[in-house]
Structures are given as structure tokens and as C-alpha cells.
């Protein structure tokens, strides 16, 4: 029997598309009781959603127990992580099978896969119940977390930036280490307001709207010419966007930016997950999104080959197999 649409609140319903352990590619709701979710992340195959009573809710697939449940079973229904509900919850970042949460007590905690320590514990073993990174104190306050691949990080509100897990490709901006296992500054120097890791690169945002990106170079997803991939390992600014940027987001193989004014993408775009026509495959070049200026953007998102804009009116856009007019 199909849900009459009355049964959908205002506010506080979440949306799900794609492959989900909810239905198999087609979309579905469900929403919350008296509460709203206030952040929602994604991984490969598991859901973390924060709601505004502070508590943390956790579905999807657990094979490295990235649900921090206690066991490693799949679960289809949102639950609600009761080992954390004495902290009151304020972000959450899902990386492929990882989980990340901050408290607004300045807590971190990390469950999941960590083979290249990317729950930042001092070490590669996995974990199916969330973990406090003893790196952190409350004197940190945490803005934002991101998680890719295997990698992980936290950007506090005073501008520094912490990454730690996988740099096989330097995608946590250390140089010459392979991984490190616990939380490690990534700085140039200028304080940074936001983060945004891939699956095997990362780019940030300085207060003052520089880009950096840095970590695996091919496919173009670093937006640098040629003579500066040399030094992919380390966070090198992107000259060809001219506007103060504002947001970045690291897909498998692509990357989008949002400015004041406009959105950027560049990297792989086979799948149209650029937004610049079908018949564009590949581009190091930041390209303006034509087809969407009209529209005020006001957050930014990546999947692996997928993006999804939302704007100031909180319609969503989905970028994927987009065609040219």
C-alpha cells in the first residue's frame, strides 16, 4: 500500500536513493520522532545521522563494524549508538569502512576498519564499538570531520587541521610517511576553514578562500598543471579559480568547489559527475558549471562518481549521466 505523502513531516524527513539496505535502487523515507537530523554522512555502504537531540544513529553494512555496535552484522534500520548517549553528539564523517563522531565535549571517537590507522587509535586494528582519540581534549574544538578512503580529518574551529590513515599517495599531506596511526597538523602556514577528503586525495579551504589539494594525481582531480604534480604529496594551492572559494568536495575521481559566486569541477567525468556534458571525460581545469549559475549553491557533496549540490532554497541537484541541452 502506497504512504500518503500527509505522513511526511515539514522538516526532519531523510531521503535515501541509490543502492541502500533499505530497497535496491529505488528511493525511500523514514524520519525521526520528535527529533531532526542535523548531519548525515555517507560511506561506501553505511549511514551515520546526527539528530538535534545530540544522539547518533547508524545503518548499513558492518563488515569491519563500522557501525560501532559491538558486532559486525549488517543493520537495515537506524539505531541509535546507546554507548554514546551520556556524550551529546555533534558531527559524524563516514569514510568507506570507517565512522567517525565528535562530541561537543571535545571528544573524537572511531570504529570501524583502521588497516592504515585511520582511527587514529596508535595502531591497525579494527574496532566494532566507537573509541575515544586520546589526541584530542576539550580544548579542541571540532568544526568539521572528513573521512575517504582510509583516511581521516579534523579541522578545529580555530583553523588547524589534523589527518591521519592511509598517505600511500600523500592524501594526508605528510610527504614521505606511508600511513601514520595517530592524529598528525597538516599546515601552510594559514589558518583553515574547511576539509573535504576523497578516496585517494584531499583538498582544503584557508580562511582567506585559497584551495589546496594534494594526494593522488591522475585524472586531473588535483586541478594543477603538469610542472606542480610533482609535488602531489604535499598541499599545493590551485591558481585557476580567481574567486574566494567557500567549500570543497573529493569525490573517488573528481572535485567540485563551490566559490562566492559559482561552482567549479574538475577531474574524471565519465559518469557526468562534473556537470559539464557527457562528452567531457577527463579535466584538469577548473570549469565554472554553466547549467547551474542561476541557481545559489549553498553546500557541495561527492560520491565516488556522483555530486550533489544543494541550494539556499534546500532543493537538492543530483550531477550524474547529465546531458547536454
Known amino acids: ?10 522538516t526532519g524527513a531523510v531521503f535515501t536513493f541509490g543502492k541502500t539496505k533499505f530497497a535496491e535502487n529505488i528511493p525511500s523515507k523514514f524520519w525521526f520522532k520528535n527529533d531532526i537530523p542535523i548531519c548525515l554522512s555517507c560511506g561506501d555502504e553505511h549511514t551515520a545521522i546526527v539528530t538535534g537531540n545530540n544522539k547518533l544513529y547508524m545503518f548499513g553494512s558492518n563488515n569491519w563494524g563500522q557501525l560501532g555496535l559491538g558486532s559486525k552484522a549488517a543493520i537495515i534500520k537506524p539505531t541509535c549508538i546507546k554507548a554514546l548517549k551520556p556524550e551529546k553528539v555533534k558531527l559524524a564523517a563516514c569514510g568507506r569502512n570507517h565512522t567517525l563522531v565528535s562530541t561537543d565535549t571535545g571528544g573524537v571517537y ?14 591497525t586494528d579494527d574496532r566494532d564499538t566507537f573509541h575515544q582519540i586520546v589526541f584530542f581534549t576539550p580544548t579542541d574544538t571540532i568544526k568539521q570531520l572528513s573521512a575517504g578512503a582510509n583516511t581521516s580529518a579534523a579541522l578545529t574551529e580555530d583553523g588547524k587541521l589534523f589527518m591521519w590513515g592511509d598517505n600511500s599517495e600523500g592524501q594526508i599531506g605528510l610527504e614521505d610517511k606511508s600511513n601514520v596511526c595517530i592524529p598528525h597538523e597538516v599546515t601552510i602556514g594559514k589558518p583553515i576553514s574547511w576539509i573535504s577528503c576523497g578516496y585517494y586525495h584531499s583538498a582544503f579551504v584557508t580562511m582567506d578562500g585559497e584551495l589546496y589539494t594534494f594526494g593522488e594525481p591522475e585524472n ?8 606542480l604534480l610533482m609535488n602531489h604529496r604535499s598541499p599545493q594551492r590551485v591558481l585557476g579559480i580567481p574567486e574566494r572559494v567557500i567549500q570543497v568536495a573529493c569525490g573517488g575521481g573528481h572535485t567540485v568547489v563551490l566559490t562566492e559566486k559559482v561552482v567549479y569541477a574538475f ?7 562534473l ?42 541537484l543530483k550531477l550524474y549521466l547529465l546531458k547536454n541541452s
Open 1 to 10: 500500500m502506497a504512504e500518503s505523502e500527509s505522513l511526511v513531516p515539514d
Open 275 to 316: 556537470g559539464l556534458g557527457t562528452f567531457l571525460f577527463e579535466t584538469s581545469e577548473p570549469k565554472i558549471i554553466e547549467r547551474i549559475k542561476d541557481q545559489k549553491i549553498c553546500h557541495i557533496s561527492c560520491g565516488e562518481n556522483h555530486t550533489a549540490l544543494m541550494t539556499d532554497h534546500k532543493i537538492l
Open 220 to 227: 586531473g582531480k588535483l586541478g594543477l598543471p603538469n610542472e
Open 110 to 123: 572511531a570504529a570501524g576498519g583502521n588497516n592504515e590507522g585511520q582511527l587514529g587509535l596508535g595502531d
Open 267 to 273: 577531474g574524471l567525468g565519465q559518469f557526468g559527475q
